[in-house]
């Protein structure tokens, strides 16, 4: 199928000025800005980030600010969105654009793409969105709506699908509007051509010629492939109060969450007793160990079962190596990952709960 570069960008660009979104960065031409929103963007929805966007730029609106940030303020303006090596690379590239290029943002590819988490596809949003340059950036979306228009019926991973679309990109990009072009595909990927329901396909420019909806397989197209079973692993989280204030350390920089911070934990399901075995260890003295309501958080690649202990210690030896803070302390300035916030969340509720049952049992008894 051959698709024609004029009639291909006047529907679209038709279509973008009536029904594109309006987003807060778009019609900025800041390349920093514009590099914050496609970072935060990467896997993350645009629904969920905006309001993240507007807190980030409002607290660092600036390269430099971003470049001499502190990790807690910078992962404390990243908190819930997960994928926090995003957040770190972001402060590196800002970094090096302050030591070797003076604070001026790159606008050449070569230079671009050498800053850490920067891939083919930022590069060529940063640089089509905010100098206008002729890139081309691809991402899952624009592999979707192409696969559909030329009924390509591959998974989307496919190197026989990447390739055609990526020609086929090239060749329809627009020297004079490449980034309305990458933006209107992008909106057209998140808003009509989607990936998790159905396509609005009365409502796309492209449905007279697209070869999926003629053949009534849009919804089966890209092709789905088998999901890989998620790895799984159990353990046993602590959420140690001491005076009020909460057992907190940093884990390893390297690897999952790679220097955040947690509550103590151990892999496995642990019984009181061992429970008891390791807080002794931690040279902690509980007075009270109570067990919290399981739970599961998910990452891309496995899924953690959460068991919580609430301990309640009458004395903790200095050289505990933990950071103790208030629950103020933590909520105001330091970023705890959503897959430990959740058990302070169950933990309130257990509280909240035995509390109102202990009320009920007092009424019952007066
Ligand atoms: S017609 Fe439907 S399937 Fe084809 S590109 Fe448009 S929304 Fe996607």
């Known amino acids: 199928m051959a698709l024609d570069k004029e009639s291909f960008n006047c529907a679209l660009f038709e279509w973008y000025s009536k029904s594109g979104r309006v987003l807060p960065w778009q019609k900025e031409h800041d390349p920093y800005r514009i590099f914050v929103a496609v970072v935060m963007l990467q896997q993350t929805q645009v629904a969920t980030m905006i309001p993240y966007y507007q807190r980030f730029i409002s ?44 604070g001026i943002f790159p606008k050449d590819y070569d230079t671009l793409i050498r800053l850490p988490g920067i891939g083919d596809y930022s590069a060529g949003a ?64 998140a808003t009509i051509c989607t990936a998790n329901t159905a396509p609005a396909c009365a409502c796309c420019p492209f449905m007279a010629g697209c070869m999926a909806h003629q053949k009534g397989i849009e919804k089966d197209i890209p092709k789905r492939k088998a999901k890989a079973l998620k790895k799984a692993e159990t353990r046993t989280v602590f959420v140690i109060l001491n005076d009020g204030k909460l057992a907190l350390r940093k884990r390893d920089a390297e690897g999952l969450l790679g220097g955040m911070w947690e509550f103590p934990n151990r892999e496995g399901e642990l019984t ?25 958080h998910h990452f891309s690649h496995i899924t953690w079962k959460l068991i919580g202990m609430k301990v309640i210690a009458s004395f903790h030896a200095p050289e505990t190596g933990f950071t103790w803070v208030s629950r103020e302390t933590l909520q105001q300035t330091m970023s705890l990952p959503k897959a430990f916030s959740i058990l ?9 709960m035995e509390a109102k049952s202990e009320k009920e049992i007092l009424t019952t008894l007066t």
Do not use: C, H
């Open 59 to 102: 607290v660092l609106p600036t390269i430099k600010d971003l470049a001499e940030t502190s990790d807690e303020m910078l992962l404390k303006l990243w908190e819930g969105l997960g994928y926090y090596s995003r957040a770190r690379n972001l402060k590196s590239a800002a970094q090096i654009i302050m030591k070797e290029q003076g």
């Open 272 to 296: 009181f007793e061992a429970a008891k075995m390791q807080l002794a260890a931690w040279k902690i003295t509980p007075t009270s160990i109570r067990k919290l309501p399981s739970l599961f």
């Open 344 to 352: 302070l969340e169950a933990m309130d509720d257990s509280d909240s």
């Open 126 to 189: 940063i640089l089509s969105i905010a100098f206008q340059a002729p890139f081309e950036a691809i991402d899952g979306n624009l592999y979707r709506i192409f696969s559909r228009i030329l009924g390509i019926e591959r998974p989307i991973n496919d190197p026989v699908l990447r390739r055609q679309v990526s020609t086929w990109v090239k060749q329809l990009l627009p020297k004079d509007r490449p980034g309305d072009f990458n933006q209107a595909l992008m909106d057209l990927g």
